[in-house]
């Protein structure tokens, strides 16, 4: 795991409005970046891919971040810890790929057809999700 961006929420902030920042200006060098890594860059020789796989920070930036309500109302659920403990988590994925599709990130086949594809080992493969 390595950092890759951080700032302040007041450096964020235009005018009192972060809205009036564009969001995508403050990723834009970041997000050029991770697409040279997916696509693969070349260290002595060997051909690396890489991938962002989570984003850390608290709800209200990360609701922020991912384009939901930067509320705690309607926002992401305030402790993913309890939600595991309490059972929510599959509740809570159900939630947010919902979100996805409807937003065009991707559709219920191309998620079926990742599933499908992906080779589960160990006791994974015995809980591979249902398509």
């Not at 697409?35 to 209200?60: C, P, Q, R, T």
Request: aromatic share 10%.
């Amino acid at each position: 795991m390595q950092l890759a961006m951080l700032c302040l929420e007041s450096d964020l902030k235009v005018e009192r409005d972060l809205k009036s920042f564009e969001i995508d200006v403050i990723f834009r060098r970041l997000i050029s970046d991770l697409k040279m890594i997916e696509n693969g860059v070349v260290i002595d020789e060997i051909s690396v891919k890489g991938s962002l796989v989570a984003i850390a920070g608290d709800n209200l930036g990360s609701n922020g971040i991912g384009g939901f309500p930067e509320n705690f109302s309607t926002s992401l659920p305030l402790c993913l810890g309890h939600d595991l403990f309490e059972g929510l988590v599959s509740w809570d994925i159900a939630r947010y790929l919902k979100y996805f599709v409807q937003s065009n990130f991707f559709t219920y086949e191309q998620l079926n057809g990742c599933i499908n594809c992906f080779q589960y080992l160990g006791s994974d493969a015995a809980n591979k999700p249902n398509t």
